[in-house]
């Protein structure tokens, strides 16, 4: 399975599986390892939202430490990593609020791949 069609059966999954997307809405962390088989160890949360036709997300900035309002601070905020599947339907995937937590998407990713292909009896 290449990253592009595991990437594309998960968001069909989460898009078309009523029970799959209850799941990641109730409690995305066991969602996510349930489904994954891993999900890293770590001083962060998962959450997600159940986007919907006619509901417009805003989403606020987490205040970086020492909040002053100076241009350092800004950039801090804006720093953000965006992991976007854009569809017909809606907009899925992964905002990362801090760059640190890139590194756990990535390892999530990379394992996931693995497992994948394991299942599938190829090597990725």
Do not use: C, K
Not at 15 to 42: C, I, K, N, Q, S
């Amino acid at each position: 399975m290449t990253p592009e069609e595991f990437t594309e059966e998960h968001f069909r999954l989460l898009t078309t599986d009523r029970h799959v997307r209850d799941e990641f809405v109730a409690d995305p962390e066991a969602a996510l390892e349930r489904h994954f088989g891993y999900l890293p160890a770590g001083d962060y949360r998962v959450e997600s939202v159940d986007e919907r036709p006619d509901l417009i997300i805003i989403l606020i900035p987490a205040p970086p430490d020492g909040a002053d309002g100076n241009d350092a601070v800004l950039g801090d905020v804006s720093e953000r990593v965006f992991d976007l599947l854009h569809t017909e339907v809606g907009i899925g995937g992964y905002l990362i609020p801090d760059v640190r937590l890139t590194w756990v998407l990535r390892d999530l990713r990379s394992n996931w791949l693995r497992l994948a292909s394991e299942r599938a009896g190829t090597d990725q």
